[in-house]
């Protein structure tokens, strides 16, 4: 059960003021950097961190497409600091099945929404 669901609603995305977007966007940045950099560990509050975004991009009705612009941007910047280290980035490709796996979970959230 999503926690949107349970509580007051949150505004949508697309009415929030422009400040409260960024804001909105900054924290969904930040949780999504730590999605991936915790993704091929064996961290253990990987599936709560994962929930947790998805409830926050679901109940504020995040466009998927920002989601994607999101993962291409902290890839882009992962890549950047791989080459100043002087390192390849040929495995930040493999960091597409977290965005897969994001937006298979987004997909369920909407599936049971529209099932209820």
């Given at each position: 059960m999503f926690a949107c669901q349970q509580q007051k609603p949150q505004q949508v995305f697309q009415q929030m003021t422009q400040v409260d977007q960024r804001v909105l966007l900054q924290q969904i940045k930040s949780?999504?950097?730590?999605?991936?950099?915790?993704?091929?560990?064996?961290?253990k509050t990987l599936k709560e961190k994962i929930d947790k975004f998805i409830n926050t991009v679901f109940c504020?009705?995040?466009?998927?497409?920002q989601i994607i612009e999101i993962h291409m941007e902290l890839?882009?910047?992962?890549?950047?600091?791989?080459?100043?280290e002087g390192r390849s980035d040929d495995t930040l490709?493999?960091?597409r099945l977290t965005l897969i796996d994001i937006l298979a979970h987004l997909c369920e959230a909407y599936r049971c929404a529209i099932s209820k």
């Open positions: 949780d999504y950097r730590q999605i991936l950099i915790d993704y091929f560990t064996t961290d504020a009705n995040i466009p998927v497409p890839i882009d910047e992962f890549s950047k600091q791989l080459k100043l490709l493999d960091y």
